[in-house]
Nanobody, 131 residues
């Protein structure tokens, strides 16, 4: 099991910003796509954003496009989720996930923002947007 550790959650006012971090094991940093998911109370977990292992491609849920930015620093074995212009509906537990997403010929493919495609999960970090 690949160990992922999220950090950076907290309480923020509407319109504010937070940056989440996901620490990835050194041996996996160059080979695994990383996704961010969130789960609000009483709701199913949903995909927020993902980034390929190389960092060349990203994807976002429609609800966060233009407000959230995912990036990775493989030299520091960390993936970031910068969240700006936050809204109360962004509240939830945020999880990072990892998966090797490659084709049959071992070429990198686009990451997929759906739960079943991800095998490795962190413990989550709470984000609360409230005044």
């Amino acid at each position: 099991q690949l160990q992922l550790v999220e950090s950076g959650g907290g309480l923020v006012q509407p319109g504010g910003s937070l940056r989440l971090s996901c620490a990835v094991p050194a041996y996996a940093a160059d080979f695994y796509a990383i996704g961010w998911f969130r789960q609000a109370p009483g709701k199913e977990r949903e995909g927020v954003s993902c980034i390929t292992a190389s960092g060349s491609s990203t994807d976002y849920a429609d609800s966060v496009k233009g407000r959230f930015t995912i990036s990775r620093d493989n030299a520091k074995y960390t993936v970031f989720l910068q969240m700006n212009s936050m809204k109360p509906e962004d509240t939830g537990v945020y999880y990072c996930a990892a998966e090797r997403m490659v084709s049959a010929t071992n070429d990198e493919v686009m990451c997929i923002l759906r739960d079943p495609y991800w095998s490795h999960w962190g413990q989550g970090t709470q984000v609360t947007v409230s005044s």
